[in-house]
């Protein structure tokens, strides 16, 4: 069945970086735009960023511009988070969530993973 | 940047009962809209997308309306399982792709 499996999270001091993966399996993983979505304690969801299907294009909300880079690799079915200069409120649960609609279609984000957590604390 | 403003923060309806959550847009995002439910401890499950097409496996008892800046989710009859919090999300001018603030619908 479709799958998503975030890994990577965890405590790191403020100013320090850390890199999030999400294993896809159960679909196409190359015909599909891919995201980062998060969710700071006691918050709603924030859209973080998008890679396109085939990997040339990245966009990102203005608060991770410029510190987080989206990646994927479509030989290991993986897509990927670089997350540098970190900052405590960046601390939050992050989903990597399917683009519904095959190439730059969008109708939602039809699959999501469970999540994997990221405290940034000194 | 698209402002995406829900209402009521929380609903409090009981079993068996309609609900009616309401999302409105800082300007004109055609139908393009996404509902989303999510429970806490659990992974945001899409419910409606183009304001009112319901996503694969979702019980008839959720609907969407709305075009333009005005947008409706319904739920017909509450369920148990349908307490929890539900998200809009917009995507006719994006990035950045922008959600709803949440309202959290609970038991009366």
């Known amino acids: 069945q479709v799958q998503l499996v975030e890994s990577g999270g965890g405590v790191v001091r403020p100013g320090r970086s850390l890199r999030l993966s999400c294993a896809v399996s159960?679909?196409?993983?190359?015909?599909?735009?891919m995201h980062w979505v998060r969710q700071a304690p006691g918050k709603g969801l924030e859209w973080v960023a998008i890679?396109?299907?085939?990997?040339?294009?990245?966009d990102y909300a203005d608060s991770v511009k410029g510190r987080f880079t989206i990646s994927r690799d479509s030989s290991k079915n993986t897509l990927y988070l670089q997350m540098n200069s970190l900052r405590p409120d960046d601390t939050g649960v992050y989903y990597c969530?399917?683009?519904?609609?095959?190439?730059?279609?969008?109708?939602?984000?039809?699959?999501w993973g469970q999540g994997t957590t990221v405290t940034v604390s000194s | 940047e698209i402002v995406m403003t829900q209402s009521p923060a929380t609903l409090s309806v009981s079993p068996g009962e309609r609900a009616t959550l309401s999302c409105r847009a800082s300007q004109s995002i055609s139908s393009n809209l996404a509902w989303y439910q999510h429970k806490p401890g659990q992974t945001p499950r899409l419910l409606i997308y183009s304001a009112s097409t319901r996503a694969a496996g979702v019980p008839a008892r959720f609907s969407g309306s709305g075009s333009g800046t005005e947008f409706t989710l319904t739920i017909s009859s509450l369920q148990s399982e349908d307490f929890a919090l539900y998200y809009c999300?917009?995507?006719?001018?994006?990035?950045?792709?922008?959600f709803g603030g949440g309202t959290k619908v609970e038991i009366k």
């Open positions: 890679i396109s299907y085939d990997g040339n294009n990245q």
């Open positions: 159960g679909f196409s993983f190359s015909l599909y735009g």
């Open positions: 999300q917009q995507y006719n001018n994006w990035p950045p792709l922008t």
């Open positions: 969530a399917k683009q519904g609609g095959s190439g730059f279609s969008y109708y939602g984000l039809d699959v």
